[in-house]
């Protein structure tokens, strides 16, 4: 089912040259676009998808070069010193120790935090006719909060307007990264990436590690400088003080964060829950306390770290489907209505027919703020409820989209032909925004000859 | 007669008529469940004891995915003394479940659902946030 991708562009069309010749640019996109290339939030990505970091990547080129220059000069002039007063062994532990640094801030920088993507329309569409009771036309209505019961405590749960839906438990929207990461802890400007559930693992191994080894540095450099003190200033001992000095500011500040994340850790809580004390007893309420703690430290600090492994939820290289590629470029390119006073009947019947196709086919998008299109083979019906002051209701078509689309190529000629029925009344009384672009959009596939729209 | 088609045939013919949306269920913290409460749009199409056993199959299914059991305490530990590199080449018990999960739907779909004009989405496809039910106007009675 996956391997039939549903074509923008019909193939019967492409001989018809005057038309094609006049392809939108919505249908110029012949190479499919993997998810990626669309995503809303602001990240950055490399490697086709494979590698994701925050657009504000903060200081990370700062905390390796830290990372790597303080190393370095530890290799360079501490370790041949060591390696003869001491053992051998302190370059390996050295560098076991940078090599897993290093992996773990990649790691934690280039993953996925656990990002949600946002909802689609149609689920937007839902949760704001479960809320929107009162009947408002407002688009923002003030904010909401869902009250659900875990484990018989009482959490609300936030509506987030950029996304679209009620944000689960732990979740929060990060405003850096303009995404709702799950189990949000920070937007750490160190590693350039927010760490939420999917890196927490990574970002703690790498705050440990980086522990670890900015005291074994430390305590190398302290071992040097007493062993050779006999020796009198010189340039090795300059340098040897520099690095003395970073790993000073930097053991304190890191063993404080390791301390803390490893509390965090054992009470299964998060940097962003701790600092608002969104469980602290000093809340009032007798029975609030963390509802997500296992109340057994071990257990705890397993759930956190060696908990199974999360997939990513955002799909980065999968494609997008075609049809949601050009609908999303007609979303946001709203035509205005006169194009609808433009049509001749001939045409109206002709393209009516085929936006209904082009919407029973796949994921064609038809964003409507004020209006909803219901596909429905009964004309009238679907005239009726055109009406503006109609409610945000279900829009059409978001379908399956693989075992859709790989229907539609075989089966495109018999919906057509169950389309005819269509009145054409349908398409005069249709004041949704999105349907002359649609007009627009299909016509490279009308078999007759037809004025295209300008 | 809508009993004997088959899922292509459901859609060659059927138009979307709306979808509804089968919310998680956060009574347990944060695993990954739906509610099993069948809604009233789809009260007319499917049993209710048809449809809270799939949900909860699937329920059952991401709880399997999600257990703190030995085999991702194993794995865990050893991603990490590995320096995580081992994810690169390892496919996670997480993401074989899922794929058990994807079978399941298909299944579902092709024997229960399809015949009945509706259709699931794999929740993962919508960030396991919502379970998609797609229903599908029945060709018979729009004449």
């Known amino acids: 089912m996956t391997s039939c991708e549903y074509q923008q562009i019909d193939p019967r069309a492409l001989s018809v ?94 993953t996925d935090p656990g990002i949600l993507p946002r909802a689609t329309p149609d689920e937007a569409a839902d949760i704001e006719k479960q809320i929107d009771s009162s009947g408002s036309s407002s688009y923002r209505p003030p904010p909401r909060t869902k009250e659900i019961l875990i484990n018989q405590q009482v959490v609300k749960l936030k509506y987030c307007f950029t996304c679209k839906m009620f944000r689960p438990p732990r979740t929060s929207h990060c405003s850096l990264c303009d995404n709702c990461v799950e189990r949000f802890d920070h937007h750490c400007p160190w590693v350039g990436n927010c760490v939420g559930k999917r890196n927490y693992r990574f970002f703690y191994s ?31 001992q300059a340098i040897q003080e520099i690095e003395l000095v970073i790993c000073f500011f930097s053991v304190w500040s890191i063993l404080g964060l390791s301390g803390f994340h490893t509390y965090l850790v054992a009470s299964n809580l998060t940097t962003n829950e701790d600092i608002k004390g ?40 999968g494609f997008v489907p075609p049809d949601e590629a050009a609908a999303a470029a007609c979303a946001s390119e709203i035509e205005l ?100 672009r649609a007009n627009l959009a299909v016509s490279d596939t009308q078999e007759e000859g037809f004025i295209p729209l300008p | 007669m809508a009993e004997t088609h088959s899922l292509q045939d459901m859609r060659q013919q059927a138009t979307i008529s709306s979808k509804v949306f089968i919310q998680r269920d956060y009574t347990r913290g944060t695993m990954c469940q739906f509610q099993t409460k069948l809604p009233a749009e789809l009260e007319a199409r499917i049993d209710k004891q048809q449809f809270e056993e799939t949900v909860r199959t699937l329920n059952n299914l991401y709880a399997e995915a999600e257990k703190l059991g030995s085999q991702s305490f194993i794995e865990g530990c050893l991603a990490c003394l590995t320096a995580y590199t081992v994810f690169l080449c390892m496919e996670t018990h997480y993401e074989k479940v899922l794929k058990k999960i994807a079978k399941f739907i298909e299944e579902q779909n092709d024997k229960i ?30 004449r």
């Open chain 1, 337 to 436: 209505p006169p194009f609808t006073a433009k049509n001749d009947s001939n045409m109206c019947t002709q393209s009516t027919k085929d936006v209904l196709e082009r919407m029973l086919h796949s994921d064609f998008h038809v964003v409507c703020p004020a209006s909803s299109l219901k596909t429905s083979p009964l004309g009238l019906e679907v005239s009726g409820s055109m009406g503006p002051a109609r409610s945000p209701g279900v829009c059409p078509c978001r379908g399956h989209p693989e075992s859709v689309d790989s229907l539609c190529t075989a089966c495109g000629r018999s919906r057509k032909d169950s389309l005819h029925s269509i009145n054409p009344a349908f398409r005069l009384a249709s004041p949704s925004p999105s349907l002359p």
């Open chain 1, 278 to 317: 969104s469980w602290s007893s000093k809340r009032g309420a007798e029975d609030s306390g963390n509802p997500y703690t296992y109340n057994s430290i071990i257990k705890n600090c397993c759930a956190t770290l060696c908990g199974p492994m999360p997939p990513s939820l955002i799909d980065r290289r």
């Open chain 1, 17 to 110: 040259s005057p038309l094609s010749a006049q392809s939108l640019p919505e249908n110029k996109a012949q190479r499919p676009r993997r998810k990626w290339e669309v995503f809303p939030g602001k990240n950055r990505f490399f490697c086709n998808g494979r590698i994701m970091l925050s657009r504000q990547s903060g200081v990370l080129p700062l905390t390796l070069g830290l990372i790597v220059i303080t190393c370095g000069l530890f290799f360079a002039f501490d370790c041949p010193f060591l390696v003869e007063h001491l053992t051998v062994f302190i370059p390996v532990i050295g560098g076991v120790l940078f090599v897993f640094v290093i992996l773990a801030l990649l790691r934690t920088s280039f």
């Open chain 1, 206 to 236: 790498f705050i440990i590690s980086l522990s670890f080894l900015t005291s074994f540095i430390f305590g190398c450099v302290i071992t040097h400088l007493t062993l050779r003190c006999h020796a009198g200033k010189s340039l090795i």
């Open chain 2, 113 to 142: 659902y399809a015949p009945r004009g509706l259709l699931l989405t794999d929740p993962i496809k919508r960030g396991l946030r919502v379970i998609e039910v797609t229903i599908y106007e029945d060709p018979s009675l729009t």
